[in-house]
């Protein structure tokens, strides 16, 4: 029969198969356009920022814009012994158009991280060229190599050697508390300057076992709140709300009271004999401090995944077990505990993201043992202005953090985020 | 939770060992507020417990810190409260008009790329605050919006709508998409079908997303501080330099108002939270 092979057709003679996906076409650009106003405005004014600061903390093009005759001759210079002529001829010119611009103070800063004792001899050189004292008739090497001993040493030329490429991953090298030696090589600093390093694994250890804490507190009354009935549940749930919808910083002040020297919890301690009056525990200003306070803040995160994954276990399956012979814990053990168990992801994965790049608690109970990575980049952005030291920092923060974002996402998925 | 009479010893003490557990939990989650309150009304200047007040007596008892937050001599609390209330309104209507419109999107069957828009739209709930306060604040000097309402507004946008769009793309997951078609059949345009049909429908959800957005904005500290200058102070912002500085007890005064603010808040969003779920015909 020649009429099933026939297309169906519209009423305006479309054939219909053309017609739905026209359709489907116009729902999706719909759709999408709904989507389309929030997601350029966080393209815009977050995501492109994201990565400017990438560029912020690879740029190293100040220096190659300072320099750029220099550079030029240095290509052909096998870097092995002192440069030849030509590279000093265009040092010294490349020197004499930042000396008219007044810039030579920040090429010596420039080059003295790369190497030290640069300030001094730039300074020196300055003077000569400032009173002239430069023939440019003559060898202008020999003149350069009588200004200071190290304008003779090669590895001051070296150093300067390095800084050609435009980009640079030393900002990422500090963070992990390495450099870029004499020769090139990626060395790690000396044993007792590794400040980076100690952050770091402080602010993983404290975020491990804040979550471990949070854990272990949270499954207990979690439990508690899915089994009980509701009218004592709902109640004992302000417990858990209450301080979620409380601003961070009342919860914070509400601990360094509790937690100062002559605060509630030393007199509890007092009076309950443990310490004595006149040998009170200090427990603000260190990790202490930051463990209690974080553990509190941050504990309605991990009870409301579980109470939400708890709430639909039903409880016959816990009478089931042990009907069936099993003791109340190994009912719990092998029945109820595995069910859980995408509610301790979903708990652990959301305190540990939030725990890991906390700022405000630890700076304020944290003192100087206390603090984690994120106290480091705020430093670095309001105190010693290296935005593209923070920048590095923060990224190599955000890569950690994304990838738990991502087994998240795979595990949990955004949008099964419960709230309240 | 009464155990029936048959239990053994050894479980009933080890109910009892967890419920004893619990309760030290949500004292410990609970407690730290209510330090705040008694000392709020201390008649002293020091953030200590004084003998008169353990003693319960009247004297050791004043208003004097709430007199200071409201009459002090150059008291910042005024115009930080006034600046937290304008920027987080504004953060507010902006995050829910926005994260309204896009869950609507995520919603729709249609959606291409869902799942990577998703995570793009939520990751400044994830993304350490430090960071979004850096990337932020990079783009606004460069706009010249750095130390401006308006920057700090639309910075709490950002940090606002993904709370609206997860509130509301839930509520919207138990909507019946055929009441909009009947609309539509009934000759009704799409932004009338909207505001007469949906609208009602996921209110609750947009409201309690908008109170997640408001609270995120007034209780925002990291990047304002990126942002603010002298005239954009607002109360974290005062409170984060009080506690640094001098702990007076006028921010327990103010902590204290922050608490009751909370607690309505709390208020309206379990009530809320009930009437979508009733709306939706969730019964638990």
């Known amino acids: 029969m020649s009429s099933e092979t026939k297309k169906i057709l519209t009423t305006d003679g479309i054939p219909l198969e053309v017609s739905l996906k026209k359709a489907e076409k116009k729902n999706k650009i719909k759709a999408f356009l709904l989507v389309a106003p929030l997601l350029l405005f966080l393209i815009i004014t977050y995501v492109f920022p994201i990565g400017e600061m990438f560029s912020r903390s690879i740029d190293d093009k100040m220096i190659t814009n300072m320099l750029p005759k220099t550079f030029k001759e240095m290509e052909k210079?096998?870097?092995?012994?002192?440069?030849?002529?030509?590279?000093?001829?265009?040092?010294?010119?490349?020197?004499?158009?930042?000396?008219?611009?007044?810039?030579?103070?920040?090429?010596?800063?420039?080059?003295?991280?790369?190497?030290?004792?640069?300030?001094?001899?730039t300074k020196k050189l300055f003077r000569q060229v400032k009173r002239k004292k430069i023939d440019e008739s003559v060898s202008i090497k020999e003149q350069i190599m009588k200004v200071h001993k190290r304008w003779r040493t090669v590895e001051y030329w070296q150093a300067i050697k390095r800084t050609a490429p435009p980009y640079t991953m030393a900002k990422y090298l500090k963070g992990m508390d390495m450099y870029y030696a004499a020769d090139g090589s990626i060395t790690q600093v000396e044993e007792d300057r590794r400040i980076h390093r100690i952050l770091w694994l402080r602010t993983l250890e404290i975020a491990f076992f804040v979550t471990l804490f949070c854990f272990l507190m949270g499954y207990p009354i979690a439990h508690l709140l899915a089994t009980l009935p509701m009218k004592y549940s709902n109640l004992l749930m302000i417990c858990v709300l209450l301080p979620f919808w409380t601003s961070l910083l009342v919860r914070t002040a509400s601990w360094m009271i509790?937690?100062?020297?002559?605060?509630?919890?030393?007199?509890?301690?007092?009076?309950?004999?443990?310490?004595?009056?006149?040998?009170?525990?200090?427990?603000?200003y260190n990790k202490v401090g930051t463990y209690v306070a974080m553990t509190q803040i941050l504990l309605p995160f991990m009870v409301l995944p579980l109470y939400s994954v708890m709430k639909t276990i039903s409880p016959s399956l816990m009478r089931a077990g042990k009907s069936l012979g099993g003791t109340p814990f190994v009912a719990f053990w092998k029945v109820y505990f595995p069910l859980t168990i995408p509610g301790i992801g979903a708990g652990c994965l959301l305190v540990f993201i939030l725990a890991i790049g906390y700022y405000i608690t630890p700076a304020l109970v944290g003192g100087a043992s206390g603090t984690l990575i994120s106290n480091q980049i705020a430093f670095h952005m309001k105190q010693t202005l290296d935005w593209s030291f923070a920048s590095a920092m923060g990224l190599m923060l955000l890569s950690g953090v994304l990838v738990i974002y991502w087994i998240y996402n795979k595990l949990v998925g955004v949008d099964n985020i419960k709230l309240g | 939770m009464a155990l029936p009479s048959y239990t053994e010893t050894r479980y009933r003490i080890w109910h009892y060992i967890y419920i004893a557990i619990c309760t030290f939990v949500f004292f410990f989650l609970i407690a730290p507020l209510f330090v705040i309150f008694p000392l709020s009304f201390n008649a002293e200047e020091f953030l200590v417990f004084s003998e008169g007040m353990k003693n319960l007596d009247p004297d050791a008892f004043s208003l004097r810190w709430y007199k200071d937050m409201i009459y002090g001599t150059k008291n910042p609390w005024g115009l930080a409260a006034k600046n937290s209330f304008i920027i987080a309104i504004f953060a507010t209507i902006g995050s829910i008009i926005l994260g309204t419109l896009a869950a609507l999107g995520l919603s729709s069957r249609h959606m291409p790329y869902k799942g990577i828009i998703m995570a793009t739209l939520i990751s400044p709930m994830i993304v350490p605050l430090i960071i979004s306060g850096v990337a932020i604040f990079f783009f606004m000097a460069k706009v010249g919006l750095a130390a401006t309402h308006t920057g700090i507004v639309l910075a709490h946008i950002i940090l606002g709508t993904p709370f609206v769009v997860i509130t509301v793309t839930a509520t919207l997951s138990g909507f019946d998409h055929s009441v909009t078609r009947a609309a539509a059949s009934l000759g009704s345009n799409p932004v009338n079908t909207f505001m007469k049909i949906t609208l009602p429908l996921i209110l609750p959800g947009v409201i309690s997303g908008g109170l997640f957005a408001f609270v995120t904005s007034f209780d925002e500290v990291v990047v304002v501080l990126f942002l603010a200058g002298l005239e954009n102070t607002t109360i974290p912002i005062q409170m984060w330099t009080g506690l640094r500085e001098q702990l007076s007890p006028t921010i327990l005064a103010v902590a204290t108002c922050l608490i009751i603010l909370s607690t309505l808040i709390l208020i309206s969003a379990e009530l809320l939270r009930r009437r979508s779920e009733r709306l939706r015909g969730i019964n638990r």
């Open chain 1, 77 to 121: 210079w096998d870097g092995k012994e002192l440069p030849p002529e030509e590279v000093f001829t265009a040092f010294y010119y490349d020197f004499k158009v930042l000396v008219e611009k007044q810039e030579h103070g920040k090429l010596g800063q420039r080059l003295n991280k790369e190497k030290n004792g640069f300030n001094s001899i």
């Open chain 1, 258 to 284: 509790l937690l100062q020297q002559q605060g509630v919890v030393n007199d509890f301690f007092v009076m309950i004999g443990l310490v004595a009056d006149d040998n009170r525990p200090e427990m603000m």
